[in-house]
């Protein structure tokens, strides 16, 4: 009988196997919760804000998928147009719309508001997903600090306008696209548009903090209502919420942090998974107030729960908005 002897590369070569599972492995994990419920949409209507790409791509996309109508709502209809085609080839659910909503516009968005308002018969989920981080120091069309703008007072003034639809299609849910970059933020009411110093990393995290104390009040004046309204945090997320940070931009940077992003971030589609928690578990169908991630509920630090913040910035931001 010949004697068997292993090939030279046979060790190396499973350990090459072993390691690179064992990657792919903590990849997954590192990915977070991922949402099972199996929930359908027929007969509901969603709006998704900022749905062309990154996450709000993902969830537009998750919610084709379970047959609901979705409502694209993006500032460039052209990206918009591409990315809603690519969902319905995907899902074959053809009741995709593409809306313009410019959050950098009162003006866009009492337009988009009004349509909704009139050419749709309800409105179950409204996700106010879209946002833009530590950019440049840019002024919304009404003078507004552009991430104050377009993550807060855009959504804040959207979501009034939305309301009654909202109310009158009850249950419905309200989730606003938070991060974990609120707890870092301060709302800085001495300078609260950045007038005199901006500061970009200070002026997302002041955003996503009022993203976080919106949610709050709005959920106590919405009791009763059976709509519900919670904050979201999607975790790290590789999509192009970074296109304003210098490390992106060059390449040596990219290719030197490539293994350590491509472990640490989430895909979109597994930043997605909270968002669709929020929107669907028919376990939070009365859960309102909440800050979720990770598809659970997560308590928010006393800093951010002191009330005579929570007011004063929904003072300052129906008067900006000119809510009355
Ligand atoms: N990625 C992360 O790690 C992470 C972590 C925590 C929280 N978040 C939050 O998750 C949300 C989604 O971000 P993402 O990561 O998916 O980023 P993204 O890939 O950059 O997508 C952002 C979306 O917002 C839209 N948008 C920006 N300005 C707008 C405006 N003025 N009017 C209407 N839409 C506008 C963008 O449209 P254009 O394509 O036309 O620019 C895009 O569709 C944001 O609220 C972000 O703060 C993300």
Known sequence: MGSYSMPKYAVPLSALGTFIGGLYLLKDYMGGAKYTGEERLAGRTVVITGANTGIGKEVARDLARRGGRVIMACRDLDKCERARAEIVVETANRNIKCQLLDLASIGSIKAFAKAVNQNEKRLDILINNAGIMRCPKLLTEDGF?????????????????LLDKLKASAPSRIINVSSLAHSRGRINFEDLNSATTYNPAAAYEQSKLANVLF????????????????????????????RHLSVTKSYISSFLLFPFLWLMLKTPRQGAQTTLYAALD??????????????????????????????????????WTRIT
Request: net charge negative.
């Open 215 to 242: 949610t709050l009040e709005l959920a106590k004046r919405l009791k009763d209502t059976g709509v519900t309204c919670n904050a979201v945090n999607p975790g790290l997320v590789k999509t192009e919420i970074g």
């Open 145 to 161: 600090e552009m991430q104050l703008g377009v993550n807060h007072l855009g959504h804040f003034l959207l979501t009034h306008l």
């Open 282 to 319: 028919p376990n939070l169908a009365k859960v309102t107030g909440k800050y979720l991630s990770d598809c659970e509920e997560q308590a928010l630090s006393e800093k951010v729960l002191d009330e005579a913040v929570v007011k004063r910035l929904w003072a300052i931001s129906e008067k």
